[in-house]
Nanobody, 128 residues
Framework: QLQVVESGGGLVQAGGSLRLSCTVS????????MGWFRQAPGKEREFVAG????????KYADSVKGRFTISRDNAKNTVYLQMTNPQPEDTAVYYC?????????????????????WGQGTQVTVSS
Protein backbone atom coordinates (compact mmCIF):
# COMPACT_ATOMS: atom_id res chain seq x y z
CA GLN A 1 0.00 0.00 0.00
CA LEU A 2 1.35 3.37 -1.01
CA GLN A 3 1.94 5.82 1.84
CA VAL A 4 2.43 9.56 1.47
CA VAL A 5 3.78 11.55 4.40
CA GLU A 6 4.36 15.31 4.50
CA SER A 7 6.65 17.18 6.86
CA GLY A 8 8.17 20.61 7.30
CA GLY A 9 5.13 22.71 8.00
CA GLY A 10 5.01 25.33 10.72
CA LEU A 11 4.97 29.03 11.39
CA VAL A 12 6.93 31.34 9.10
CA GLN A 13 7.12 35.11 8.79
CA ALA A 14 6.03 36.78 5.61
CA GLY A 15 9.00 37.19 3.33
CA GLY A 16 10.85 34.27 4.88
CA SER A 17 11.20 30.76 3.52
CA LEU A 18 10.04 27.28 4.32
CA ARG A 19 10.59 23.90 2.70
CA LEU A 20 7.99 21.16 2.76
CA SER A 21 8.95 17.55 2.17
CA CYS A 22 6.87 14.59 1.12
CA THR A 23 8.12 11.02 1.28
CA VAL A 24 6.42 8.17 -0.54
CA SER A 25 6.81 4.53 0.41
CA UNK A 26 5.38 1.25 -0.79
CA UNK A 27 5.42 1.95 -4.50
CA UNK A 28 7.44 3.00 -7.53
CA UNK A 29 7.98 6.65 -6.64
CA UNK A 30 10.24 7.37 -9.59
CA UNK A 31 7.43 6.72 -12.07
CA UNK A 32 4.73 8.88 -10.44
CA UNK A 33 3.54 12.38 -11.14
CA MET A 34 3.54 14.28 -7.84
CA GLY A 35 1.64 17.34 -6.73
CA TRP A 36 1.12 19.76 -3.89
CA PHE A 37 -2.32 21.12 -3.03
CA ARG A 38 -3.51 23.36 -0.23
CA GLN A 39 -6.70 24.16 1.61
CA ALA A 40 -7.22 27.40 3.49
CA PRO A 41 -9.94 27.76 6.14
CA GLY A 42 -13.33 28.09 4.52
CA LYS A 43 -11.99 27.43 1.04
CA GLU A 44 -11.80 24.49 -1.29
CA ARG A 45 -8.60 22.59 -1.82
CA GLU A 46 -6.58 23.99 -4.70
CA PHE A 47 -3.63 22.98 -6.84
CA VAL A 48 -0.30 24.59 -5.92
CA ALA A 49 2.41 22.83 -7.93
CA GLY A 50 3.15 19.56 -9.69
CA UNK A 51 5.91 17.79 -11.56
CA UNK A 52 6.21 14.71 -13.68
CA UNK A 53 8.17 11.56 -12.92
CA UNK A 54 11.62 12.89 -13.82
CA UNK A 55 11.06 16.50 -12.82
CA UNK A 56 11.46 17.84 -16.35
CA UNK A 57 7.89 19.14 -16.51
CA UNK A 58 6.45 21.37 -13.82
CA LYS A 59 3.29 23.41 -13.34
CA TYR A 60 2.40 26.09 -10.83
CA ALA A 61 -0.69 27.94 -9.76
CA ASP A 62 -0.51 31.57 -10.83
CA SER A 63 -0.67 32.63 -7.18
CA VAL A 64 2.65 30.96 -6.34
CA LYS A 65 4.52 31.19 -9.62
CA GLY A 66 7.93 32.77 -9.10
CA ARG A 67 7.80 32.22 -5.33
CA PHE A 68 7.41 28.46 -4.85
CA THR A 69 9.55 25.73 -6.41
CA ILE A 70 8.68 22.05 -6.64
CA SER A 71 11.43 19.47 -7.02
CA ARG A 72 12.03 15.79 -6.41
CA ASP A 73 14.80 13.42 -5.43
CA ASN A 74 13.93 10.01 -6.81
CA ALA A 75 16.79 8.39 -4.91
CA LYS A 76 15.13 9.51 -1.67
CA ASN A 77 11.51 8.94 -2.76
CA THR A 78 10.89 12.55 -1.79
CA VAL A 79 9.29 15.60 -3.36
CA TYR A 80 9.84 19.10 -2.03
CA LEU A 81 8.03 22.41 -2.08
CA GLN A 82 10.36 25.34 -1.46
CA MET A 83 8.29 28.31 -0.35
CA THR A 84 10.09 31.63 -0.83
CA ASN A 85 8.60 34.97 0.15
CA PRO A 86 5.43 33.39 1.57
CA GLN A 87 2.54 35.71 2.33
CA PRO A 88 -0.32 35.46 4.84
CA GLU A 89 -2.63 34.33 2.05
CA ASP A 90 -0.46 31.23 1.68
CA THR A 91 -1.62 30.05 5.10
CA ALA A 92 -3.26 26.66 4.61
CA VAL A 93 -2.97 22.95 5.15
CA TYR A 94 -0.65 21.66 2.44
CA TYR A 95 -1.24 18.22 0.98
CA CYS A 96 1.09 16.08 -1.05
CA UNK A 97 -0.41 13.76 -3.63
CA UNK A 98 0.84 10.97 -5.86
CA UNK A 99 -0.64 9.90 -9.14
CA UNK A 100 -0.24 6.31 -10.28
CA UNK A 101 -2.23 7.04 -13.44
CA UNK A 102 -0.28 7.39 -16.66
CA UNK A 103 3.11 6.34 -15.33
CA UNK A 104 6.22 7.94 -16.80
CA UNK A 105 4.18 10.67 -18.49
CA UNK A 106 5.49 14.04 -19.60
CA UNK A 107 2.30 15.79 -18.55
CA UNK A 108 1.63 17.20 -15.09
CA UNK A 109 -1.80 16.83 -13.52
CA UNK A 110 -3.52 19.78 -11.87
CA UNK A 111 -6.86 18.27 -10.81
CA UNK A 112 -7.54 16.44 -7.56
CA UNK A 113 -9.21 13.51 -9.31
CA UNK A 114 -6.01 12.83 -11.22
CA UNK A 115 -4.20 11.94 -7.98
CA UNK A 116 -5.05 8.76 -6.13
CA UNK A 117 -2.84 8.79 -3.01
CA TRP A 118 -2.80 11.64 -0.52
CA GLY A 119 -0.96 12.55 2.63
CA GLN A 120 -2.59 13.77 5.81
CA GLY A 121 -1.48 17.33 5.28
CA THR A 122 0.85 19.72 7.08
CA GLN A 123 -0.16 23.13 8.42
CA VAL A 124 1.66 26.20 7.15
CA THR A 125 0.94 29.50 8.87
CA VAL A 126 2.43 32.71 7.51
CA SER A 127 2.48 35.63 9.92
CA SER A 128 2.50 39.23 8.75
Amino acid sequence: QLQVVESGGGLVQAGGSLRLSCTVSGGSFNSYTMGWFRQAPGKEREFVAGLNWNGESTKYADSVKGRFTISRDNAKNTVYLQMTNPQPEDTAVYYCAASTYGLLMRSVYVNEFEYDYWGQGTQVTVSS
